[in-house]
């Protein structure tokens, strides 16, 4: 036993185990203080009397009713009260944090998890211009990484890093949602690949390239003056605006097709004498599924199956006839599949040849 466990555990003769001390000394855990941030670097806080003259303002107030309003319970607005103290300070100082705790009636402690798990919230002073690059694996593999590292000598700073002048804050962040533009950027809210008539843009299709992050960068030194430095009212949602339905909103809900369902996928058509059958995959979320067969030029309606059938037979379908399925889910019409030409069913094998 000795043998197996040595170091362990000691067997002695009135069969009582014992445990032995280790080698060496075990040290004691760092403080959670010092380890606070993981590999972030502690960020000197503002004094408590200076964040609150900045938030206890007769406007910020007129603000924060504002938000409070919206929800049956203040909780509700947290997210915007902490994104409002942003918009004093450029990043959230703790006491901004408590404060917006406070404003909304809940704990410090669940306010500090609600601003520490969005990574829209800053928990540093950040540059005029927070450039923010996707190292997702589409971005990665469209050529993000040598982007990257352009911008960071082209700046003279490291990811997460600012400036000196305080102008810019370059970021690698995950997924920004337009892998087709990839490698690309966020310049502050704002989705860039290139500049055009003075302004930033992003068509389909377009990257970042050396000579395009050359523009952007040009770009962003000529508007430095015309940029504020901090949104302290909340832009576009002051008022309800930029609520669809509520009091004084000017936004109008998006249009029905703006987010279309995925398409009916792996369309098949086979014939034989009973007709041709089609077979197909279908969303969950399918309210409706239309069958359309080629007439000439023209596409006709042959058939509507059930949303959950996994086959249909147009008993007049015959060799050569070309079928295509449109899908629906709720107002919302999906764009039609994969045109599927129909073949000939092989013969069942019979058994024992």
Known sequence: MREHIQGAVQFVSNNHL??????????????????????????PQPPTKEVLAKLDTPEIKERCADLLSRYPEG?????EVLWLVQGVFGWVPREGI?????????????????????????????????LQFCRNIS?????????IAYVEKSLNIKTGGTTPDGLFTLLQVECLGSCGNGPMMLVNDDFATDVENDKLVMKPG???????????????????????????????????????????????????????????????AEADEAG???????????????????NGSKWEVVG??????????????????????????????????????????????????
């Open 18 to 43: 014992k445990f032995d001390g280790p080698a060496e000394p075990i040290a004691a855990l760092p403080d959670p203080a010092e380890t606070f941030g993981h590999v972030n670097k502690e960020v």
């Open 139 to 147: 971005c990665t593999i469209k050529g993000a990484p040598s982007i």
């Open 304 to 353: 509507e199956p059930g949303v959950k059938d996994k086959a249909f037979v147009d008993a007049a379908g015959k060799v050569g006839d070309v079928y295509r399925m449109i899908a629906t889910s709720g107002e919302r019409t999906a764009k039609p599949s994969k045109e599927a030409v129909t073949t000939q069913k092989p013969a069942p094998v019979e058994e024992g040849k």
């Open 206 to 268: 377009t990257t970042l390239t050396k000579e395009s992050v050359d523009r952007i960068l040009k770009w962003c030194y000529a508007h430095e003056k015309d940029m504020p430095k901090h949104d302290v009212l909340g832009g576009t949602v002051k008022g309800h605006c930029g609520h669809p339905g509520a009091p004084g909103a000017t936004a109008k809900p998006q249009v029905a097709d703006y987010a279309p369902p995925s398409p009916v996928l792996n369309v098949k």
């Open 276 to 294: 041709a059958t089609l077979t197909w995959k279908g969303a969950p979320e399918f309210t409706k599924i239309v069958v359309e067969k080629k």
């Open 98 to 130: 408590r404060w917006a705790a406070k404003v909304c009636g809940c704990a410090p402690a669940h306010a500090l998890g609600v601003a520490t798990f969005y990574t829209m919230y800053n928990h540093a002073p950040k540059g005029k211009f927070l």
């Open 75 to 79: 909780q509700g607005a947290l997210l």
